[in-house]
């Protein structure tokens, strides 16, 4: 079974420039989740879909999005970038989205520099 | 409020040798997931082991084992054995019913030849 995938795995932009990183889940899981890593913030989560809506979300500005399609596949896009965006952008996969015993899959990471 | 945390921020470990790596968590529900996830510099991060909080016996894959102490809060995860591939950063994360997935700050965990 193949893994979760994130495409491009490796960006660079410019600041004010906007940015869109794609997430293709395991087969069958319904849920994806996308964190923000940074040596200074450490793993910091975004947000959450299950079934196209939005579960769960964290603590970032509007500059952050995200939705999900119907087959899983899921964006996120941040516009109008700033030097702190600069971060690798963790995609995870789970099969129901919810509940104790959920196992987030994680996929190889896009990392995005902002100049 | 859930939280998790470890306290160890770095470890060096000799080859061979088993690690523990600390941590404890903090909720009110009865219910909920504690997770393990190894993160090598290449930055995927792998999911190692699983273990629920209904679970009667500490959980077991391969070299990797959890030391669950409910009354505690703690989920140490044990290493036997370690191999130089080991050498990566290790998170432990919490899941309560439908919330969020929290993770704590990790431990960079070194071995040494």
């Known amino acids: 079974k193949a893994g979760v995938t994130q495409t491009p795995r490796y960006l660079i932009k410019t600041r004010g420039q906007q940015v869109t990183l794609s997430c293709s889940p395991i087969?069958?899981?319904?849920?994806v989740s996308w964190y923000q890593q940074t040596p200074g913030q450490g793993l910091q989560f975004l947000f959450e879909?299950?079934?196209?809506?939005?579960?769960n979300k964290g603590n970032f500005p509007g500059r952050f999005s995200g939705r999900q399609f119907s087959n899983s596949r899921s964006e996120m896009n941040v516009s109008t970038l700033e030097l702190g965006d600069s971060a690798l952008y963790l995609c995870?996969?789970?099969?129901?989205?919810?509940?104790?015993?959920?196992?987030?899959?994680f996929g190889p990471g896009t990392r995005l520099t902002v100049l | 409020a859930q939280k998790i945390t470890q306290t160890q921020p770095g470890m060096f470990v000799q080859e061979k040798e088993a690690v523990t790596l600390d941590c404890t968590y903090d909720?009110?529900?009865?219910?909920?997931?504690l997770f393990w996830y190894k993160q090598p510099s290449s930055g995927e991060m792998i999911f190692l082991i699983y273990?629920?909080?209904?679970?009667?016996q500490n959980a077991t894959e391969g070299r990797y084992s959890l030391n669950f102490q409910k009354a505690r809060k703690s989920a140490n995860l044990v290493i036997s054995a370690s191999q130089l591939g080991d050498s990566a950063m290790y998170f432990c994360?919490?899941?309560?019913?439908?919330?969020?997935?929290?993770f704590g700050k990790g431990t960079r965990l070194h071995i040494l030849p």
């Open positions: 995870a996969s789970s099969l129901r989205g919810g509940g104790p015993t959920d196992t987030q899959y």
């Open positions: 087969s069958g899981h319904r849920s």
């Open positions: 879909y299950f079934s196209e809506t939005q579960r």
């Open positions: 909720t009110s529900d009865p219910s909920y997931g």
């Open positions: 273990q629920g909080s209904y679970d009667q």
């Open positions: 994360a919490m899941r309560v019913r439908d919330d969020k997935i929290i």
